[in-house]
């Protein structure tokens, strides 16, 4: 069984900045690609981010360029860092993983606001 948890959202203006955490526990070992989706209201889920157990990373068209996935050394954890934020990338970002045995879990959902 692997959880996610996930941290960092909010409140921020346009043009600014914020990083999302989120964290792996249980069968760590089990994890292949880690990522971020994210769904605002009326919208489907979209896939923002994601890095592979490899580095190699992906991006929506939306944010290269802005935004940076990385991944912990010891590949539990997964983080979304945001620049640039726009009124547009308002939504619930949710973390995922994808383990080896080809089963997807999600984290709970943070909330980002980006409103002056």
């Known amino acids: 069984q692997v959880q996610l948890v996930e941290s960092g959202g909010g409140l921020v203006q346009p043009g600014g900045s914020l990083t999302l955490s989120c964290v792996a526990s249980?069968?760590?070992?089990?994890?292949?690609?880690m990522g971020w989706f994210r769904q605002a209201p009326g919208n489907e889920r979209e896939l923002v981010a994601f890095?592979?157990?490899?580095?190699?990373?992906n991006y929506a068209d939306s944010v290269n360029g802005r935004f940076t996935v990385s991944r912990r050394n010891t590949g539990n954890a997964v983080y979304l860092q945001m620049n640039s934020l726009k009124p547009e990338d308002t939504a619930v970002y949710y973390c995922?993983?994808?383990?080896?045995?080809?089963?997807?879990?999600w984290g709970q959902g943070t909330q980002v606001t980006v409103s002056s």
């Open positions: 249980g069968r760590i070992s089990s994890l292949r690609t």
């Open positions: 890095i592979a157990s490899t580095g190699s990373t």
């Open positions: 995922y993983t994808d383990t080896w045995a080809g089963v997807r879990v």
